[in-house]
């Protein structure tokens, strides 16, 4: 069947109603249709209307009736009474003739419709991110959520080839978000090959545990960048496998954190020539469109084609017309081939344009650039970006230097950072955090594993309001049972951290479980041979999967789950009798004031203040021979026994992380021999020495007494059981006081 070529006419909004053969009653999605209005209002109406003209009114003024295209339609006149558009705005319309089944060409419009895949919104999305285009702006022009936006560009992290994957079905969202933890696509790839093909659909958990793992392939974008050579000569180690192709493929760096070291070294070194230029740079190993929203940005001024670019073009577009409208039946391959030509030529000649684009001088003195490793493992200069403290609308720094404020991009609003917070109050670190998390959860997990009553009720809680409660809950355990690992990325490859986490070797030493039934191949044969083991061997099996399930926290942290400190509470570990701090992994690594802080409140504020002036260094030393099981040469009883019975920040269930630090004048807290005692109470004295009540009685006896020459009798402050007076007369005290 011949169709009449379609004519096309523009004709004025106001003109237009709605037909009655228009096939879509339901009202539409209020989101969709904000989306609409707002893709109209910044790129016009995209695909034509279809309508059917109407014979003229007494007025003689014709009217068309809109037989598809109702939403669109809707949008516009929304958009008229908003004021965006002018009540006569042009609209593109195709015109059906009588002849033509209207209320047919209106459901086919609306049935044979498809709407756009989640893989081809994020290349969309970030194209329009890479060419400067903000996400607010991004959201504004096509009616959605800047939420939605920003997930569409985390997604963008990802491999072209795993967005293909995606739009093929071979993948699931969950999977392909999974692979964003790392923006490397050599990595992404490797771990894509190994799980493709397996028996059943890769999973989002499986993918983000095989990206964290600790090797790391030759292949990805920081090993090439970094190289095996200068690794070696670090002192890293490879491993090979002998049997892959002899290429990077099947080799792989066993030291993520030397390997990141060295590349951050590397690109230091770029930043610090990139600052003969710049007003500031940076290096960053893994800068992904997260680390660049918080800047401000300057475009450079576009690059101009040359007349003779200019009259190319014009050549070349003018023989590209004419090879569109080239008929069918005079096709041929060699005009295919000229076609594909002609556009990589028009390609290779917007690209010459675009590369001289350049920055003018008063942009280099207002922002900065940030050096990082690119997708294919060469250094990646990302530039003009403006710090939030450089903007011009907040100082005078872009007038002053010349930079015309209207040409820099404000940058997106960062979320607060909790965490960030409750770091900065409890002076912990980052990565100390990550060391002491995961030292007192490994703690946790081993004391855990062998106790069956409250590793259930901790399962059961998050069980229970999993099955019974609607949506997301946040939890204590990664249900789903996956193992949690015992320690941060950066030290899997650090032989001397087991030394620091006893809890490591606590776990090994667990009886063995009884897994014989998982090697059964029928499910049904394996699930009946672990309903048959004893009970107690269930139970123990039950622990132990509980255990090492358990997510890690500290117990200062915000996001801390109070079903985890209940239960650590439960379980009653003595984490000081397991960790002793030492100067390397714990004292040198907070600041000096935290340690004087964590001594005055232990060992007293006579011990830290005769040390206040030590160097850091000696300080932390001094704080490891005092925390020591084996106590220093005049470490007081006591003082020790204050030590021994500390443990970290955020250990002790529910603990705030926050010093609690005795008074200067406060008698349980200070260092014996000098103006108090060794914090401890006298009640608490050891040996023979009176109780406080009877030491009490006998100072008020002393001074009723009169000295012999009539002077002030001197109240006596403080006694020890081992060294007798503390800023007493010897000569008036009672003998059982005198001590040796």
Same mark, same amino acid.
């Given at each position: 069947?011949?169709?009449?070529?379609?004519?096309?006419?523009?004709?004025?909004?106001?003109?237009?109603?709605?037909?009655?053969?228009?096939?879509?009653?339901?009202?539409?999605?209020?989101?969709?249709?904000?989306?609409?209005?707002?893709?109209?209002?910044?790129?016009?109406?995209?695909?034509?209307?279809?309508?059917?003209?109407?014979?003229?009114?007494?007025?003689?003024?014709?009217?068309?009736?809109?037989?598809?295209?109702?939403?669109?339609?809707?949008?516009?006149?929304?958009?008229?009474?908003?004021?965006?558009?002018?009540?006569?705005?042009?609209?593109?319309?195709?015109?059906?003739?009588?002849?033509?089944?209207?209320?047919?060409?209106?459901?086919?419009?609306?049935?044979?419709?498809?709407?756009?895949?989640?893989?081809?919104?994020?290349?969309?999305?970030?194209?329009?991110?890479?060419?400067?285009?903000?996400?607010?702006?991004?959201?504004?022009?096509?009616?959605?959520?800047?939420?939605?936006?920003?997930?569409?560009?985390?997604?963008?992290?990802?491999?072209?080839?795993?967005?293909?994957?995606?739009?093929?079905?071979?993948?699931?969202?969950?999977?392909?978000?999974?692979?964003?933890?790392?923006?490397?696509?050599?990595?992404?790839?490797?771990?894509?090959?190994?799980?493709?093909?397996?028996?059943?659909?890769?999973?989002?958990?499986?993918?983000?545990?095989?990206?964290?793992?600790?090797?790391?392939?030759?292949?990805?974008?920081?090993?090439?960048?970094?190289?095996?050579?200068?690794?070696?000569?670090?002192?890293?180690?490879?491993?090979?496998?002998?049997?892959?192709?002899?290429?990077?493929?099947?080799?792989?760096?066993?030291?993520?954190?030397?390997?990141?070291?060295?590349?951050?070294?590397?690109?230091?070194?770029?930043?610090?020539?990139?600052?003969?230029?710049?007003?500031?740079?940076?290096?960053?190993?893994?800068?992904?469109?997260?680390?660049?929203?918080?800047?401000?940005?300057?475009?450079?001024?576009?690059?101009?084609?040359?007349?003779?670019?200019?009259?190319?073009?014009?050549?070349?577009?003018?023989?590209?017309?004419?090879?569109?409208?080239?008929?069918?039946?005079?096709?041929?391959?060699?005009?295919?081939?000229?076609?594909?030509?002609?556009?990589?030529?028009?390609?290779?000649?917007?690209?010459?344009?675009?590369?001289?684009?350049?920055?003018?001088?008063?942009?280099?003195?207002?922002?900065?650039?940030?050096?990082?490793?690119?997708?294919?493992?060469?250094?990646?200069?990302?530039?003009?970006?403006?710090?939030?403290?450089?903007?011009?609308?907040?100082?005078?720094?872009?007038?002053?230097?010349?930079?015309?404020?209207?040409?820099?991009?404000?940058?997106?609003?960062?979320?607060?950072?909790?965490?960030?917070?409750?770091?900065?109050?409890?002076?912990?670190?980052?990565?100390?955090?990550?060391?002491?998390?995961?030292?007192?959860?490994?703690?946790?997990?081993?004391?855990?594993?062998?106790?069956?009553?409250?590793?259930?009720?901790?399962?059961?809680?998050?069980?229970?309001?999993?099955?019974?409660?609607?949506?997301?809950?946040?939890?204590?355990?990664?249900?789903?049972?996956?193992?949690?690992?015992?320690?941060?990325?950066?030290?899997?490859?650090?032989?001397?951290?087991?030394?620091?986490?006893?809890?490591?070797?606590?776990?090994?030493?667990?009886?063995?479980?009884?897994?014989?039934?998982?090697?059964?191949?029928?499910?049904? *044969?394996? =699930? $009946? &041979?672990?309903?048959?083991?004893?009970?107690? !061997?269930?139970?123990?099996?039950? @622990?132990? %999967?509980? +255990?090492?399930?358990?997510?890690?926290?500290?117990?200062?942290?915000?996001?801390?789950?109070?079903?985890?400190?209940?239960?650590?509470?439960?379980?009653?570990?003595?984490?000081?009798?397991?960790?002793?701090?030492?100067?390397?992994?714990?004292?040198?690594?907070?600041?000096?004031?935290?340690?004087?802080?964590?001594?005055?409140?232990?060992?007293?504020?006579?011990?830290?203040?005769?040390?206040?002036?030590?160097?850091?260094?000696?300080?932390?030393?001094?704080?490891? *021979?005092? =925390? $020591? &099981?084996?106590?220093?040469?005049?470490?007081? !009883?006591?003082?020790?026994?204050? @030590?021994? %019975?500390? +443990?970290?920040?955020?250990?002790?269930?529910?603990?705030?992380?926050?010093?609690?630090?005795?008074?200067?004048?406060?008698?349980?807290?200070?260092?014996?021999?000098?103006?108090?005692?060794?914090?401890?109470?006298?009640?608490?004295?050891?040996?023979?020495?009176?109780?406080?009540?009877?030491?009490?009685?006998?100072?008020?006896?002393?001074?009723?007494?009169?000295?012999?020459?009539?002077?002030?009798?001197?109240?006596?402050?403080?006694?020890?059981?081992?060294?007798?007076?503390?800023?007493?007369?010897?000569?008036?005290?009672?003998?059982?006081?005198?001590?040796?």
């Amino acid at each position: 069947m011949k169709h009449p070529e379609p004519t096309i006419r523009s004709i004025p909004l106001s003109r237009l109603e709605l037909a009655p053969e228009n096939v879509r009653k339901t009202p539409a999605d209020p989101a969709a249709f904000a989306e609409l209005k707002a893709s109209i209002a910044a790129h016009d109406l995209l695909e034509n209307l279809i309508v059917r003209v109407e014979h003229p009114g007494g007025n003689g003024i014709e009217r068309c009736a809109v037989v598809a295209g109702g939403r669109r339609l809707a949008a516009m006149k929304a958009l008229a009474e908003e004021g965006t558009l002018d009540a006569d705005h042009p609209v593109p319309c195709r015109v059906i003739g009588a002849e033509e089944n209207a209320g047919e060409l209106s459901l086919a419009e609306n049935v044979v419709r498809v709407a756009m895949h989640p893989a081809d919104q994020v290349v969309a999305f970030a194209k329009l991110s890479r060419s400067g285009v903000s996400v607010s702006a991004i959201a504004a022009r096509f009616g959605v959520t800047e939420r939605l936006v920003e997930q569409r560009l985390s997604l963008g992290a990802a491999a072209p080839e795993l967005l293909d994957a995606y739009r093929a079905e071979e993948m699931d969202l969950d999977t392909l978000k999974a692979f964003t933890v790392t923006t490397d696509h050599a990595r992404q790839m490797a771990v894509w090959e190994g799980v493709k093909d397996q028996g059943y659909g890769p999973s989002g958990w499986q993918v983000r545990r095989l990206l964290t793992e600790e090797n790391v392939p030759a292949v990805s974008a920081v090993a090439r960048f970094v190289g095996m050579e200068a690794y070696e000569a670090a002192g890293g180690t490879l491993t090979r496998d002998l049997f892959a192709e002899e290429d990077a493929r099947g080799i792989w760096f066993d030291d993520p954190a030397l390997l990141n070291e060295l590349a951050a070294e590397k690109l230091r070194a770029a930043a610090d020539e990139l600052k003969k230029r710049w007003k500031w740079a940076a290096a960053v190993v893994a800068a992904d469109w997260r680390a660049i929203a918080g800047f401000g940005r300057i475009s450079p001024e576009p690059g101009a084609p040359t007349d003779e670019e200019k009259a190319e073009r014009e050549r070349l577009w003018a023989r590209h017309d004419e090879l569109v409208n080239t008929d069918e039946d005079e096709w041929t391959d060699e005009l295919g081939q000229e076609a594909e030509a002609l556009e990589a030529r028009l390609r290779s000649i917007d690209e010459a344009v675009s590369a001289r684009a350049a920055f003018r001088p008063g942009d280099y003195e207002l922002a900065g650039c940030i050096a990082t490793v690119g997708h294919d493992g060469a250094l990646k200069i990302v530039e003009g970006l403006v710090r939030p403290e450089d903007m011009p609308g907040r100082t005078n720094a872009g007038e002053a230097n010349g930079a015309d404020p209207g040409r820099v991009d404000a940058p997106l609003a960062a979320p607060p950072d909790p965490r960030a917070k409750v770091r900065k109050e409890t002076g912990i670190g980052i990565g100390l955090a990550d060391d002491l998390r995961a030292v007192r959860t490994t703690l946790v997990k081993a004391h855990l594993s062998g106790d069956f009553e409250a590793a259930f009720d901790l399962a059961l809680f998050q069980l229970a309001r999993a099955v019974f409660f609607e949506g997301y809950r946040a939890s204590a355990l990664d249900i789903a049972f996956k193992e949690t690992a015992d320690r941060p990325t950066s030290r899997m490859s650090d032989e001397d951290f087991a030394g620091w986490s006893p809890g490591e070797a606590m776990l090994a030493e667990r009886p063995v479980l009884s897994l014989d039934w998982m090697e059964n191949e029928d499910e049904g *044969e394996s =699930f $009946a &041979a672990m309903r048959a083991l004893p009970e107690a !061997e269930k139970k123990a099996l039950y @622990a132990a %999967a509980v +255990a090492r399930s358990l997510k890690g926290q500290l117990a200062f942290e915000p996001d801390a789950r109070p079903e985890f400190e209940a239960t650590v509470a439960r379980l009653d570990i003595d984490f000081a009798k397991h960790v002793r701090p030492s100067a390397d992994m714990f004292w040198s690594r907070i600041t000096k004031d935290r340690i004087l802080a964590i001594a005055r409140a232990t060992l007293g504020p006579v011990w830290a203040s005769a040390r206040a002036k030590y160097k850091k260094a000696d300080l932390a030393r001094a704080m490891e *021979e005092a =925390f $020591a &099981a084996d106590p220093p040469e005049g470490l007081k !009883e006591r003082a020790h026994a204050a @030590a021994l %019975a500390w +443990a970290p920040p955020g250990f002790a269930p529910f603990d705030t992380g926050r010093v609690e630090e005795a008074g200067e004048d406060d008698p349980s807290s200070g260092e014996p021999g000098q103006d108090v005692n060794d914090g401890e109470t006298p009640d608490a004295a050891a040996g023979d020495a009176p109780a406080r009540g009877e030491l009490a009685r006998a100072v008020d006896a002393m001074n009723a007494v009169p000295t012999a020459d009539g002077s002030p009798r001197v109240i006596v402050q403080g006694f020890d059981s081992a060294d007798g007076l503390v800023n007493g007369e010897a000569g008036d005290i009672p003998e059982f006081l005198r001590g040796d």
